[in-house]
């Protein structure tokens, strides 16, 4: 009953096949074989449009790498303050972009709204070579704290940006979770609302360890693929990341397993609910913050769940993420054992 | 007939069970999991020693970051004209270090010689703030040139490195075919002769995509596991890499491999010798580099031999790549073939 | 009637003299000239203790160069939102420190408070290498606003570092202004409350350009003077940075332009507010934020007075800026004029 | 009698009369005074076209800004390795560049050949972004080792540039000498022999500190001053830059100087050899590097002369550098007193 965290769920039976599927002959390295030549062609064809795909192990790196190619080492970055790109990368950002600024904003459950950012930009006095202007825009989609933005609430931030001529970047962790909670195309919440760029996700939602350096402006291939290369992301079995995601696009699988852990969020909000427990945000994706009596925490714990506190929310407030393996049966489980205690 | 490079091998069926291994259940992330933690221990008793292991999926990430934990942003590295470090891995040094510098020097192949490194060294002028000083030695063992260092070689670097108070790196990509053609024991070629830390390689030598930072002085953890957060080389699934790392050093996989490998190379080069080859550096390791007539070159080619030229030593060298799973076979059929022609 | 700011003003007469007295013989270059090698001497003598000195032409590298050898690539340095180093220099720290994240609080008049700094580092959530940690805590004195912390703020901040193992920075490019208006010892706000280097700012009062780079820590010394050859803030003939700064604390120089610039402060601030504008800011330096109506804004500027908007602090805001040479008469006779108008 | 370097001398009486012509009234900031504005068309007519200046203070800082904007982070930079960027600024290429690698080539004189330089270009194995690929071309003008490229040389250069759509810089520390020695047009080994961009050094020449970048190709401007802002390059008290270059390019005063230097240094030179004296390099500037006995190096010692011993060139080998301020009848008493001695 590890609620901990996504990252702490295995491979899929899809992924791990997949990767058996390339354990025997040999095949050319640094991507210039048989399984990887199919990426650009296979995610063409899931964004309905032509992109360039770059694989990378991480999500940090996908995230830097991609930023790198889209602002200046001067530039700022807008995001929110509970950006992983703010929060949980270290001073990766600064590290792969030369230097460049986060330059973080507040909004309601971890999202930037339009309106407000705009008005962050129009507040933005420019002083020239003194001051640093912005570039770009990264949002988060699902958020930091579970929420999903609408196709709408891209494409309104999409056209800020458009407006103000700064890049627009998505860091897609749980890409799958929003996609599913939305019931949309991918198109429609990238590239259709002014998306140029996305980290893609699959690490969290099955996959062993890749994330998608999906872009939209192909014309940034080459600068990415050299900031992969000399960041030391460059897989020389490269296959072994792309036979990962063409697994984790085939047949939806990425979708199915975001489902299937977006489902079992709710089936698990529902209970927490039940004993008395109150959202801190909508449930949206496959995170849940929630407000937990001292004594309900406890009695959780006792009953086996793993879950973290997240104080920068508050005291009494915690986290719990599912994932594609999340069992349904230990929810119920979960919910008899503190009935009874 | 792939000989184009050993990156072309997949994945061994050892590495792949112990993925297998880790499909299943949930497991804490970014190291904390019960098998990441016992890496320390098996590589110490490997070592015969106390150290330090922070895996990353590749050998830039794994050179790029130890140097960073070596050398100061203002400081030089002196290495092999030949090294990886400074053909093959962009300006990922730079990038990583903050800017140190690369000081190549030659030596027969592509090894350093301790005494032209100590005239190298001594032929420094020193002007203060000006000039780079150099801080680390960087060589590779075995060398881009399928040669190995015996450990009186190395130590005498070693104890140049001392007397002048620098740092020694090894470039560690083909450690084990190295070792398994001295058979030495691992510390007779590092830690004992003077090494500070290693990347030890395993993605060419059976592994998915793995290499462990060894530190010998294990005061470098911190600093290394920063500088791999922020690149974005820290996995959230941990024991992704870590499985691969213990598998790769259980009951001599490692070794078994890379004998296999070396033996290959052996068998190959016998071959090719047979057919009027001849060598342009001595076949130690798992890599030839001969001298092949255009005609015999084209007949290898028609038989259906993968492999590459090698310009920089000569208009008629080319590289030859054996690996764990070069198939003895084949190398007596492509004689066959080559003799019919 | 220029107000826009004191880097308008031109060198003082006594700068002038000094540059003049090594316009002829010969000197030995980068430093080890007689003038140069009297600045550790003279600015010891100046602190009551022993000091590094390292002077730069800017207060940009002053405070840059002095960070990056005060935080890893890792870290963070907090600072007040309005902090130069936050506004007013391009992403200079991240490129000089190699990464390092700015970390902006706020606090009345641009000063941090020593219990909300105490709270802002307590409620740092520690996350390992995910998270950036503070190393540094950085302050300006006198403010960008134009105030100026007392001995005893400054104490407390600099046992608040203490207490929590940071560094703590002063950006002095208007050190000389805070010294005048507290009527104290440089050592009370420096060192003895606990403050590592600061960046002794003489451009903007008097000199022609040079800032010193004042080491608290000596042993800081060796890794400053390197950052500053690399990034090319090395003059060749230093001695006329050296005579600038010689001549700046000789017979109290500086403190007589600085306490010239700000009575000239408060003698602009008694006419300003005698038309009616109110203080946004205590005028405690040679700055002035005020309120000004439009009618009277428009009367200044027809009466020949420069000065700038600071649409930061509100629409109807203004600063302006005093400087060692202001006249006097001058704000007499621009009070006349607006009076007449 | 000092002839240890140009650096040793002060500003000449022009301008310092420049600064003193800039020591009253106040004048806007960071270049938006009068005499700066003059910058660009002063040097647009003294190099017969439209340029873009960009003073700073030091040379190290002119060739690092001006490579950052020519050159990516990927990129390498083609130079000899007795180049200044090579040998005598830190690690700050790297720095400036993001990581930016150099290349050092041999050339006879300090000099790179056009058919050396091709040919080291037609060696190099692109191997895609595992490789390093040439960028740009740094020469120097007058050489680190006194030597001038002629105007044909240059060209031969900057068609090689051009055909391999490399940039081309020129390090032009000592552009006056080797103007002066031509007798050339400005234009003449600069755009018009294909040079992209120059760092125009007058420090050395009798400024107090200033070398300007001149961009011929006035695109690079806007990337320029951002790079010159962030690295605290950017005077507040611009003028102080922009009067030294403006009164040295006045009445050639630049070139009068070199003339005098050029002279001085020819001088010297035969009085050298008079005593028996061999030089390793033509004089063709303001720098000297000779060979001399043991014996006539320690008569020249005992005799007061100031100077260097070079041991890159050979163990006798003393460089000796003369300015716009070496007095030639000092060189006549050197004369006497070695001759007497």
Request: charged residues 20%.
């Amino acid at each position: 009953m590890n609620f901990a965290s996504d990252n702490v769920s295995p491979l899929c039976p899809e992924i791990l096949s997949a990767l058996e599927h390339e354990a025997y002959g040999n095949a050319p390295a640094y991507g210039a074989d048989e399984t990887s030549r199919q990426l650009d062609a296979a995610f063409s064809e899931l964004f309905d449009r032509e992109v360039a795909v770059v694989p990378v192990a991480t999500g940090t790196a996908a995230n830097c790498i991609s930023l790198s190619a889209l602002v200046s080492p001067f530039g700022g970055i807008v995001c929110h303050h509970e950006a992983h790109i703010n929060e949980d990368e270290s001073t990766g950002v600064a590290f792969f972009t030369g230097g460049a600024k986060l330059m973080p904003v507040d909004g309601p459950a971890a999202k930037l709204e339009a309106d407000n950012l705009d008005a962050f930009l129009a507040s933005r006095v420019d002083r020239g070579v003194h001051s640093v202007a912005p570039e770009c825009v990264a949002i988060t989609q699902a958020t930091e704290l579970g929420t999903v933005y609408t196709a709408d609430e891209v494409a309104a931030i999409g056209a800020i940006c458009k407006k103000r001529d700064l890049r627009l970047f998505m860091d897609g962790a749980r890409f799958a979770n929003a996609v599913a909670h939305l019931g949309c195309h991918p198109a429609d919440i990238t590239w259709k609302a002014g998306v140029d760029a996305i980290s893609f996700g699959a690490t969290k939602n099955g996959a062993q360890a890749v994330d998608a350096i999906v872009l939209f402006d192909t014309s940034l291939r080459g600068r990415v693929e050299q900031a992969r290369k000399r960041s030391g992301h460059l897989y020389s079995k490269h296959r072994y990341l792309a036979s990962q995601l063409l697994a984790y696009v085939k047949d939806d699988l990425w979708l199915r397993n975001a489902r299937h852990a977006n489902g079992a969020a709710r089936t698990l909000c529902d209970m927490l609910v039940s004993h008395g427990a109150t959202l801190a945000h909508a449930v949206e994706g496959n995170e849940l913050f929630v407000r937990l009596a001292p004594e309900l925490a406890q009695r959780m714990r006792d009953a086996g769940a793993l879950f973290h506190p997240w104080p920068s929310l508050g005291a009494d407030i915690y986290r719990f993420v599912t994932a594609w393996n999340t069992d349904i049966a230990q929810i119920s489980e979960l919910n008899d054992r503190i009935t009874r205690n």
